[in-house]
């Protein structure tokens, strides 16, 4: 239970593996992160996957340099479970 959700304060923009780049593969990858109450990330992992493996990959690595606003409950910070998405597109 938490009343006020972790909110991303610095999201970690994964790097496009060079490969799915150059086939012009893109996708939506959900992420799921445990933030904790420092609102750092503890544990992520892929939520929905985009359906090629090096781009779900990419972005739970980022995962863990994104920085959060830790949930709240009863006026305290508390671990919660958030998920979000990640965009997998080419410029140009």
Request: glycine share 8%; with cysteine.
């Amino acid at each position: 239970p938490v009343e006020i959700y972790p909110e991303m304060i610095h999201e970690e923009k994964p790097i496009y593996p060079r490969l799915a780049e150059q086939a012009g593969i893109t996708g939506r990858v959900w992420v799921k992160a445990l933030v904790d109450e420092q609102g750092n990330v503890m544990k992520a992992m892929v939520g929905k996957t985009s359906g090629t493996e090096s781009l779900d990959k990419a972005a739970v690595d980022a995962a863990f340099k994104c920085k959060f606003k830790p949930g709240i409950q009863n006026q305290r910070p508390v671990k919660v479970w958030v998920t979000y998405k990640v965009d997998f597109t080419l410029e140009g």
